[in-house]
């Protein structure tokens, strides 16, 4: 690493150092009666494309910004001006600038920030104690000026950084300048895979310092569960009392004094309301009480083993970056809550404080990570890498003590962890050695090191099944500070686009072997960037250099905050109930950590070809975490026979909770009673060759093809065998074990683009018989097909054999065939957009994604059919379906099938990149599927489990085909 030699006014920007004139961290709160003034809001702007383009002069008082331009702080500036200001752009890894530490390139956007802001009248006169100014988060390095003053500088974007400035204010026009290099020595140490995006994006707020104000305090509030216990004790850089009226407690400032308190849980989050009382402030403060420890090589609290059922948050709005107002933090944290999630790992920065006042209050173990990712260091084996040298430690302790010390009050925050994907080194361990010395209350985490030298927990990301399963045997060998630990996956289930398959596999695991604690999908929210012609840009969209598409949009909600069926599936998996049927009983078990069930109200139904004929309560006794009863469920109601019969069985809230109201459904199953009989058709009906055409019952085909033409009125375009699907992102990654990536080994095989060469047309006494080969150019595998055509009369039967030919060495995208409905104006009639089936629902679900689909009736618009991810795929298939009807047409399927429906073609669906690709035709295009190979997560992790293969081999289906009468 060599320094420049030759001093200069902007040497900070590259320097190692974490700043300078910063007041030191400390906990950051809202005071009662100290008054507070922010600086939100238009402040005045110029963007200059180098750090040293312009002199300091701005800042001085009386300057004059003609012609400047305007942003709003807290934001972006790349995310306002409409382009004048430069773009987004997004790496995963790769650093976007050469690696080259500590120096960063010479073009280094540079946004000059200027406010000029009067003390409102009741402002304490300025002789009354102190001010500090509050930086919240700037991206990537500052330097402040108050009054003409340089305050300092400082780096760590997602840190809060004050200023001492009460000497400095003057009654009015208090000219505040700030200026935002994009690129400093910092931005090594902030590679995490997300959006680069400079700005002041969280607030800035004036605070008044009354005389005798508290300056930090530390709220210690352990439980024992032994005794019911809390012991509360307060340490005060300024002495003064702790109130807790509903305890009875008044004491003094570094004084214990012990309750019988309700503990505080992420399933109970009991808080209770406190004052600190310094001679100058009053503080409202939020106690919970709860003891974390690391006992018996479990991860308990309150003397419990907890699991974790988390994800990985990063903080995301589409038009504003990361710039997040309280409203979006809360409903992350209800939408959270009502889909189970009961724990957030903030990756990979400390957030937006408000959002932990939200965690400790819902109730959501937080492990809180430190704004750390070197990740682009591992393009060189990790030479040069800060966290190994100790010219960055003092940075990296900065960065750890500014975490700790802000965050430490909160009762949600069980680990602590050093940051993401940096490494090894001697400033990790500097790092955990800080935080175990200050707080022993907590634990800490890291991934990045498999030898766990500074951890409380073996931490890792994407590890497969079979992996995590000899983990929970503890099989895994390791050195003998990991065995002793327990184990999480801070990051697995990778939710980029289709999927993540196979996590109902994990948490089977999880839930099975004590020494596994749970883990955390990645992740929350897509990173999509409202874009004028695009819907939502990704990575590329922009015209970066160095990009990593649509990696940046792998979140279980979309950018606007709609759950996508991976959260749904989520919700489903880590459900805190679980129900078993047989026999006429319900085996209910409780899957709480600490909660009993009494919270939860029950209901049966009972279900008769899909439609509810009788539904009850169902008492459930309040068991307790871990408990199962066996209930017995009534007597089922008659019904025809022939029919197909199921329970519903439903655990909704009792009552409104802080999160969600009364008859919210918490967890459900269902289990079959009594098998339906399924379709039959006798063939009677013979197939007639007329002069173009061939008819068999309601039907009439192409005479030269056999391809079906018209069943009834409704017009057809031939079913015949399809086995593409356009490639999930999952698809298109490579299995980390096996290195193979399925949608590579498709596309080179040609499975997207196979011939259907035909053999035969049969007319055979009772059916039409097709007979085709359909195989890809340029190989010899090649699937031999027959369609054999039957009717009744008034019903028409296809049976659809499959013989694979040739060597097969893949398994296939999907199983079945593709029909079109055509010419069928939905603006004339609209009905052909609804369609009602009998299966699972409400939403899609593939092999290794199906645990929350549910059978029952369902009916949509085919628009509602589409999920809507930012890079079109695969999408909208319902599971399990006994019959369907759409377009004037009903089919039913023998055996159970699979269907999609879309005014776009797979084709179409394959090329497009963005969903504004998607342009409905006039034909309605329907999948109908035997089977399809399962999604797995190999767009970051292991592939789809070999349970969940659809491999070539002789297949038979079929469907029967009426017209929807009326
Ligand atoms: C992990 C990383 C995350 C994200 C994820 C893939 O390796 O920690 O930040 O990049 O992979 O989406």
Request: charged share 25%; glycine share 10%; aromatic share 8%.
């Given at each position: 690493m060599s320094f420049r030699t030759t001093p200069s006014a902007f040497d900070y920007v590259e320097d190692v150092s974490p700043g300078s004139g910063a007041l030191p961290p400390r906990a950051w709160y809202a005071s009662s009666d100290a008054k507070t003034l922010s600086l939100d809001g238009t402040w005045r702007f110029r963007l200059s494309a180098t750090a040293d383009a312009e002199d300091e002069s701005f800042a001085e008082e009386g300057y004059d910004p003609a012609g400047w331009a305007e942003v709003t702080v807290p934001g972006h500036w790349v995310l306002q001006g409409e382009g004048a200001f430069g773009l987004p752009i997004y790496t995963n890894h790769l650093y976007p600038f050469p690696v080259d530490p500590p120096h960063v390139p010479t073009e280094n956007p540079t946004g000059d920030h200027l406010r000029v802001f009067d003390l409102p009248e009741d402002w304490p006169?300025?002789?009354?104690?102190?001010?500090?100014?509050?930086?919240?988060?700037?991206?990537?390095?500052?330097?402040?000026?108050?009054?003409?003053?340089?305050?300092?500088?400082?780096?760590?974007?997602?840190?809060?950084?004050?200023?001492?400035?009460?000497?400095?204010?003057?009654p009015k026009g208090n000219v505040l300048a700030v200026r935002v290099h994009q690129w400093s020595a910092g931005s090594y140490l902030e590679d995490q895979d997300q959006w680069w995006l400079p700005g002041i994006f969280r607030e800035v707020t004036l605070l008044h310092r009354p005389a005798g104000s508290a300056l930090d305090f530390f709220v210690h509030a352990s439980y024992d569960?032994?005794?019911?216990?809390?012991?509360?004790?307060?340490?005060?850089?300024?002495?003064?009392?702790?109130?807790?009226?509903?305890?009875?407690?008044?004491?003094?400032?570094g004084e214990s004094v012990t309750a019988l308190v309700a503990p505080w849980s992420a399933e109970s989050p009991r808080l209770y309301d406190g004052e600190l009382v310094t001679e100058g402030e009053r503080i409202p403060l939020r106690i919970g009480f709860r003891t974390v420890a690391l006992e018996d090589g479990l991860i308990k609290v309150n003397g419990k083993a907890i699991l974790?059922?988390?994800?990985?948050?990063?903080?995301?709005?589409?038009?504003?970056?990361?710039?997040?107002?309280?409203?979006?933090?809360?409903?992350?944290?209800?939408?959270?809550?009502?889909?189970?999630?009961?724990?957030v790992r903030t990756s990979h920065y400390?957030?937006?404080?408000?959002?932990?006042?939200?965690?400790?209050?819902?109730?959501?173990?937080?492990?809180?990570?430190?704004?750390?990712?070197?990740?682009?260091?591992?393009?060189?084996?990790?030479?040069?890498?800060?966290?190994?040298?100790?010219?960055w430690t003092p940075a990296l302790l900065d960065r750890a003590a500014r975490m700790v010390e802000r965050d430490k009050n909160h009762p949600s925050i069980v680990f602590w962890s050093l940051g993401n994907e940096a490494g090894t080194g001697r400033g990790l361990t500097a790092m955990a050695e800080w935080i175990h010395g200050r707080d022993a209350s907590r634990l800490v985490h890291?991934?990045?090191?498999?030898?766990?030298?500074?951890?409380?927990?073996?931490?890792?990301?994407?590890?497969?099944?079979?992996?995590?399963?000899?983990?929970?045997?503890?099989?895994?060998?390791?050195t003998l500070g990991r065995r002793k630990l327990p184990f999480i996956q801070c990051e697995y289930g990778h939710a980029m686009g289709n999927g993540p398959g196979g996590i109902a596999d994990y948490q089977e695991l999880f839930e099975k072997y004590e020494r596994l604690q749970g883990g955390f999908i990645w992740e929350w929210i897509d990173h999509g960037v409202t874009h004028p012609e695009l819907g939502y840009a990704y990575g590329g969209d922009f015209g970066e250099e160095l990009h990593d598409g649509?990696?940046?949009?792998?979140?279980?909600?979309?950018?606007?905050?709609?759950?996508?069926?991976?959260?749904?599936?989520?919700?489903?998996?880590?459900?805190?109930?679980?129900?078993?049927?047989?026999?006429?009983?319900?085996?209910?078990?409780?899957?709480?950590?600490?909660?009993?069930?009494?919270?939860?109200?029950?209901?049966?139904?009972?279900?008769?070809?899909?439609?509810?004929?009788?539904a009850g309560t169902l008492s459930v006794p309040a068991l307790a975490p871990g408990e199962s009863a066996d209930l017995k469920l009534p007597e089922p109601p008659a019904h025809v026979d022939g029919s197909e019969t199921r329970w519903t069985v439903r655990a909704l809230l009792a009552a409104d909770t802080a999160w969600?109201?009364?008859?919210?459904?918490?967890?459900?199953?269902?289990?079959?009673?009594?098998?339906?009989?399924?379709?039959?058709?006798?063939?009677?009906?013979?197939?007639?060759?007329?002069?173009?055409?061939?008819?068999?019952?309601?039907?009439?085909?192409?005479?030269?093809?056999?391809?079906?033409?018209?069943?009834?009125?409704?017009?057809?375009?031939?079913?015949?065998?399809?086995?593409?699907?356009?490639?999930?992102?999952?698809?298109?990654?490579?299995?980390?074990?096996?290195?193979?990536?399925?949608?590579?080994?498709?596309?080179?095989?040609?499975?997207?683009?196979?011939?259907?060469?035909?053999?035969?047309?049969?007319?055979?006494?009772?059916?039409?018989?097709?007979?085709?080969?359909?195989?890809?150019?340029?190989?010899?595998?090649?699937?031999?097909?027959?369609?054999?055509?039957?009717?009744?009369?008034?019903?028409?039967?296809?049976?659809?054999?499959?013989?694979?030919?040739?060597?097969w060495t893949v398994p296939l995208p999907r199983l079945g065939v593709r029909l079109g409905l055509s010419a069928v104006d939905s603006s004339v009639d609209s009905s052909v957009d609804e369609v009602t089936w009998f299966g699972g629902g409400p939403g899609e679900a593939y092999p290794d994604t199906r645990a929350a689909s549910e059978v029952g009736r369902w009916s949509a618009t085919v628009e509602e059919l589409q999920t809507p991810y930012l890079r079109p795929q695969e999408?909208?298939?319902?599971?399990?379906?006994?019959?369907?009807?759409?377009?004037?047409?009903?089919?039913?399927?023998?055996?159970?099938?699979?269907?999609?429906?879309?005014?776009?073609?797979?084709?179409?669906?394959?090329?497009?990149?963005?969903?504004?690709?998607?342009?409905?035709?006039?034909?309605?295009?329907?999948?109908?599927?035997?089977?399809?190979?399962?999604?797995?997560?190999?767009?970051?992790?292991?592939?789809?489990?070999?349970?969940?293969?659809?491999?070539?081999?002789?297949?038979?289906?079929?469907?029967?085909?009426?017209?929807?009468?009326g």
């Open positions: 006169a300025l002789s009354e104690g102190g001010a500090v100014i509050r930086f919240d988060g700037v991206e990537s390095c500052a330097r402040v000026w108050l009054n003409g003053t340089d305050l300092g500088d400082f780096k760590g974007s997602r840190l809060a950084h004050e200023f001492a400035v009460g000497h400095l204010l003057k569960h032994l005794t019911g216990e809390g012991t509360l004790r307060v340490d005060s850089d300024v002495d003064g009392r702790v109130l807790v009226p509903a305890l009875d407690i008044d004491v003094a400032t974790f059922k988390g994800v990985n948050r990063h903080e995301w709005h589409p038009e504003k970056g990361r710039t997040l107002d309280l409203a979006t933090m809360r409903e992350d944290v209800l939408l959270m809550k009502r889909h189970n999630i009961n724990a400390p957030p937006h404080p408000a959002f932990l006042d939200l965690c400790d209050e819902y109730g959501l173990w937080v492990v809180d990570e430190c704004d750390l990712e070197t990740h682009g260091f591992t393009e060189q084996e990790w030479r040069d890498n800060p966290v190994d040298d100790d010219r890291y991934e990045g090191d498999w030898n766990c030298r500074d951890t409380d927990v073996y931490s890792r990301m994407y590890a497969d099944h079979a992996e995590v399963e000899q983990i929970g045997k503890e099989l895994d060998g390791g649509n990696f940046v949009c792998d979140g279980l909600i979309f950018p606007d905050r709609t759950p996508s069926p991976g959260l749904v599936e989520y919700k489903k998996v880590i459900e805190p109930v679980s129900f078993e049927g047989s026999d006429g009983t319900v085996r209910v078990t409780n899957k709480y950590d600490f909660a009993d069930l009494s919270a939860l109200a029950f209901e049966w139904s009972y279900q008769v070809d899909g439609e509810t004929v009788e969600a109201p009364k008859d919210h459904v918490v967890a459900w199953g269902q289990f079959p009673a009594v098998a339906g009989v399924r379709p039959s058709l006798v063939p009677s009906a013979s197939p007639v060759r007329e002069e173009r055409l061939i008819t068999l019952g309601p039907a009439t085909f192409d005479g030269r093809t056999g391809a079906l033409r018209t069943v009834g009125g409704v017009a057809v375009e031939n079913p015949r065998l399809d086995v593409w699907r356009a490639t999930t992102d999952n698809d298109d990654g490579t299995e980390w074990k096996s290195g193979l990536r399925y949608s590579t080994l498709w596309r080179t095989l040609g499975l997207h683009r196979m011939r259907h060469r035909l053999v035969g047309v049969e007319l055979e006494s009772q059916a039409l018989v097709v007979r085709t080969r359909v195989a890809p150019a340029a190989r010899e595998v090649g699937l031999a097909t027959e369609y054999r055509w039957t009717s009744d009369g008034s019903r028409l039967k296809l049976t659809v054999s499959v013989t694979p030919e040739g060597q999408n909208g298939a319902r599971a399990d379906v006994r019959w369907l009807e759409l377009g004037g047409l009903r089919i039913e399927g023998d055996p159970e099938f699979s269907f999609a429906a879309r005014r776009w073609t797979t084709e179409q669906l394959d090329a497009a990149t963005h969903l504004t690709d998607l342009v409905a035709g006039e034909t309605l295009w329907v999948n109908l599927d035997h089977r399809h190979h399962g999604i797995g997560t190999a767009s970051c992790g292991p592939g789809v489990l070999p349970q969940y293969h659809l491999l070539a081999e002789p297949a038979e289906f079929s469907f029967v085909f009426s017209e929807v009468s």
